[in-house]
């Protein structure tokens, strides 16, 4: 792709132009060093026309109910005049690499909305199950005017860490009724929520949704309160039936409002982009260490020594450091 035809790119893209958005991210996406180049490029003249969205990350285990609720809401985002995208990472085999890419499938009615755009891409093996490029998308999708950008996770695990460096505002999906809610929940999601949402509160789970709300509002309690004077929330709904969705939209806006008022969602963005520079500069380290032909060629003689006692896993860790800056030299 030449200079011009990125220039073209990008004002097509700012234009809100979908297919060009698509490709933008396939650019970013691609693994091809020739493609990275073009991608650097591409994301800095996007950087001026981004930062105008509520980023959301939406988890809960599989079965939750994600789907359907970010169906849910994401149609009414749109009634309320915004430009939702959708960005939702599907679990790769850890086997074949493959991914099932069907989160397009179970929104039925919101990929067909003009004002939404849903983009599934395989998580691979990066972070956990977020995928590697979805902060880089989430500048895209900036700069393409989308408004509410909504980031679903694999589940619970250490995706949830990496999502919660992304977004401002945090949603944890719970379901009642399916055992002890408070013992299935891992402390540390618990502590980076902004709020938890008790899903399928319809039928006769309604009031087993009520008893749950209330446990959690007992745990949140018990945690110190967040820096930026937000104090969780937990509210039920029903995706499906369509109950309880405005709750959670106006929640939102009541803490975006909050704040941005005591300038915490600006530092809270400042501060992520400080995580994420240190993560890129670890994942580079990373790759520049395992691409090094001498490290490569050490480490299969390395591993067979290891196997017959005759080393430990400290040593060749410091012999293989010691290889590589040798090369270097």
């Not at 902060?135 to 989308?146: D, H, K, N, P, T």
């Not at 490290?295 to 020594?305: A, G, P, T």
């Given at each position: 792709?030449?200079?011009?035809?990125?220039?073209?790119?990008?004002?097509?893209?700012?234009?809100?132009?979908?297919?060009?958005?698509?490709?933008?991210?396939?650019?970013?996406?691609?693994?091809?060093?020739?493609?990275?180049?073009?991608?650097?490029?591409?994301?800095?003249?996007?950087?001026?026309?981004?930062?105008k969205s509520i980023r959301i990350g939406i988890t809960?285990?599989?079965?939750?109910?994600?789907?359907?609720?970010?169906?849910?809401?994401g149609n009414l985002a749109t009634?309320?005049?915004?430009?939702?995208?959708?960005?939702?990472?599907?679990?790769?085999?850890?086997?074949n690499r493959g991914s099932i890419l069907g989160d397009k499938t179970r929104m039925e009615t919101l990929v067909q909305n003009a004002n939404v755009y849903i983009r599934p891409s395989a998580s691979g093996d990066h972070l956990g199950g977020v995928a590697k490029k979805t902060?880089?998308?989430?500048?895209?999708?900036?700069?393409?005017?989308?408004?509410?950008i909504l980031i679903e996770t694999v589940g619970v695990g250490q995706s949830e860490t990496a999502v919660h460096s992304m977004v401002d505002f945090f949603l944890l999906l719970q379901l009642a009724g399916a055992g002890d809610e408070l013992q299935g929940i891992k402390r540390g999601i618990m502590e980076m929520c902004d709020a938890i949402i008790i899903n399928k509160a319809d039928?006769?789970?309604?009031?087993?949704?009520?008893?749950?709300?209330?446990?959690?509002?007992?745990?949140?309690?018990?945690?110190?309160?967040?820096?930026?004077?937000?104090?969780?929330?937990?509210?039920?709904?029903?995706?499906?039936?369509?109950?309880?969705?405005t709750d959670i939209w106006n929640m939102i806006q009541d803490y975006v409002s909050i704040t941005k008022s005591n300038l915490s969602f600006d530092d809270k963005r400042n501060n992520q982009e400080e995580y994420w520079l240190y993560e890129t500069l670890n994942q580079a380290l990373k790759d520049q260490f395992y691409q090094n032909e001498?490290?490569?060629?050490?480490?299969?003689?390395?591993?067979?020594?290891?196997?017959q006692k005759k080393t430990t896993p400290y040593e060749v860790a410091s012999l293989l450091f010691s290889k590589m800056l040798d090369s270097q030299k």
């Open positions: 792709m030449s200079i011009l035809q990125l220039d073209e790119l990008v004002s097509k893209l700012v234009s809100g132009n979908m297919p060009a958005l698509s490709k933008a991210i396939t650019l970013v996406e691609s693994h091809l060093p020739k493609h990275q180049e073009q991608a650097v490029q591409l994301i800095k003249q996007c950087l001026p026309y981004a930062g809960g285990v599989p079965g939750v109910g994600k789907s359907t609720f970010i169906e849910a809401f009634q309320q005049g915004k430009k939702v995208a959708v960005l939702a990472v599907d679990p790769s085999s850890s086997i902060r880089e998308s989430i500048v895209l999708c900036e700069a393409a005017g989308f408004e509410v039928g006769e789970n309604v009031k087993w949704a009520q008893i749950a709300k209330q446990n959690y509002e007992n745990a949140l309690h018990l945690y110190t309160e967040k820096n930026n004077n937000w104090q969780p929330k937990v509210l039920t709904c029903s995706a499906i039936e369509n109950t309880g969705i001498y490290v490569q060629k050490e480490l299969k003689i390395q591993l067979d020594r290891m196997r």
